[in-house]
């Protein structure tokens, strides 16, 4: 296992390096191509399962949630039998702040907390910063639940991509569609389960699956603190939106993709009071789990897969 | 892509609406020691009305913030008309919870908070409430869910069938000379809209007594960047 303490150490090391406090350098996102995956190495055909946080800059409790995921998988898979063979048979790709430029200018005073974009300067004759990452995927790009007003928190970027993070994001995934089972983004706040698509008039072909999953999710997640989660498309339960991560993943025929909304409902929002990270964070790693179990389950029928340390 | 008739009670339209309700129940009984939150819709319709606008029909539970998931559920029901006009206007609401004079009594509390801050050497003063962390020290509390119940008038006012508001934080809160033997209060608070995902800035001026409830006297949008001169609506 050493090679995957590693690699979480890579991912961390890589955040820290570009930390450097200047907005839109020109980081190179291309790490996201080398990123090193999470599980035990195996002489059989792997699938994966992919997990970002902080898309949106404000919703601190998600990079929170990535880390706790990754301790609790690295801190149990030698005494949990369900995580060690989840290890031998999925890897686990992990980004536990997706939107630098924004998360590390949410941090930088009290004024720029509530900031949500990521930090590109504006084009054209554009005077502010930052188009929305969860609008500029090539997902029903410009559709619905957008705006073309660049100081919109809901702007979609100039076009499709435009992003440098959606572009990384994009080219993984292309580059590991037939591995990739399960994708998983992880925002605040509301309390829900999001399955696909963002688009009233589309249904994914596995709807009734998708929220069969996602109820079982919201289930385990209940069972931990009481913590009521709601699940449905986007359009039902949230708002209509288009050019999200989660509709690209499953667009591109990753067939279980589902976004997180944390804790809490609307009482502190964005601002999660620091006792309620632990608790957020036990429940919604039992939500996700369950759906990693099921993802896990249907396309690994026996455990007797052949592995090494 | 409105329906008339019933609603599901866990999408958007039916909350949205409950929302509105509750943000009236707040400006009606909300306190330094109480502020409402949505639990549950239990059951919505909606239906357009002759007059022109949407009436929607509710049956909700909420709670009190301050007691927690400990707290009692409170049962309410609520007709919520969204009027169609040119220009925005406000939301009309009726509501009625069961027992709401059942709940417990917070007299105490917002009297002891009332007679510390009356006194006429009283210069309450603070910012970002809570700071960034979610830190809140205690005796800024009661100030906190005075801005949120004082935003409620804001929030109620503001509200049509595509906006759904919650108070992000209070930036500022400034006490003014007692008037009248209210406490006088100068919030500046942000709310948070779901749909555009804006954070819409406004100062108001609020006044609270334990007789009174809260009052809201001035409000004035901000603007949040420094070329932006017009207000959403």
Redesign the interface.
Known sequence: MKGSVISVLVVLAVLDRLAGGLEHRSYDYTKYHTMDEIGFKSTTPKKAVWMDCGIHAREWIAPAFCQHFVKEILGSYKTDSNVNMLFKNLDFYITPVLNMDGYIYSWRDKTTRLWRKSRSPGTGNCTCFGTDLNRNFYANWGMVGISRDCCSDIYNGPTALSEPEAKAVTDFLGAHQNEVLCYLTIHSYGQLILIPYGHPNISAPNYEELMEVGLAAAKAIKAVHGTSYKVGTAPDILYANSGTSRDFARLIGIPYSFTFELRDKGNYGFILPEDQIQPACEEAYQGAMSIVNYVHDKNFKSAATTATL | ?ASTGDL?P???PA?RAAQVALHYLNTHHGSPFRVF??Q?VHKASAEDVAAGGRKYKLDFSVTD?GSG?AGPALRCSADVLFPRTERHSAPEVQLHCEALHQINSTAQEEDAFYQKYISPDSTVSA??I???????SEEMQPFWRLARVAASFIMLRESSENTEF????VASVTQQESSEEQLMLEFVV?L?D??????VQWKLLASWSPDRGVRVLQTEWQPR?P??TKPPN
């Open positions: 892509m599901e866990t999408h958007y909350r939150g949505l549950q913030w998931s910012r970002d809570p700071d960034s962390f979610g830190n809140m919650n108070m992000a934080k942000l948070h779901f749909p555009s995902q804006e954070i960047c070329h932006a």
